[in-house]
């Protein structure tokens, strides 16, 4: 079993790599594939956003089995995505989990666009998501009135993220159990569209020394 601490090291490895074009594209020849046909270890667990850009292996230049991906759009949390976590923590024993927003992401700007315009013709399906974004970005309307759009953009890209990792930390007994007991880190992280930067920034207290 791979620590929460080892796991970040090789993300944060794997995406100043990526940042610098020098990917090691590791865990992707056919040995591996061959590894990989009965069994898996991925070292983390990825929440992302579905968005076409931010493909979670390719921005941390990992392989075959290395990570267990959970995408959709706005990287929300709903009980299907905190079901996948579960199955990955208890199954894999995998100790690490993160989720990963980017900037400028379409989901949340939608729901600013539906907090000051509401659009009554939103497919109930969309507006699905938009409601899960919405608690977290209500409070930065609410009291940064004074932000301009792209001020506002940013920190409710992060608002998003800190909810979404709160909810996981908080939304499941297994889950609590295990960061109680078993070292599992749940980590927010932004990965940036213009420079290609993660940024760890919603760290536990335990793994704040690695980051630094």
Known sequence: MISAVEAI????????????????????????FEQMIENQEPFAVILGCSDSRVPA?????????????????GNIVAPSQVGS???????????????LGHSHCGAV?????????????R????????????PAVEPILEFEAGLDPEQLMAAAVRANIRAAA???????????NLIATQGLAIVGAEYCLKTGKVDFFD???ELQSILQ
Do not use: C, Y
């Open 9 to 32: 090291q090789r993300l944060r490895e794997g995406n100043l790599r990526f940042h610098a074009a020098s990917h090691r594209h590791p865990s992707k020849d056919r040995t591996r």
């Open 109 to 121: 700007n939608a729901t600013l666009k539906e907090l000051h315009r509401p659009s009554p013709e």
């Open 57 to 73: 292996e390719i921005v941390f230049d990992q392989g075959l089995g290395d990570l267990f991906v959970i995408r959709v759009a």
């Open 203 to 205: 760290v536990p207290d």
């Open 166 to 176: 709160n909810q996981l930390r908080h939304g499941s007994s297994l889950i609590e």
């Open 85 to 99: 976590v579960e199955f990955a923590v208890a199954e894999f024993q995998t100790r690490l989990v993160i989720v």
């Open 123 to 134: 497919s109930p399906n969309l507006k699905s998501i938009v409601d899960r974004i919405r």
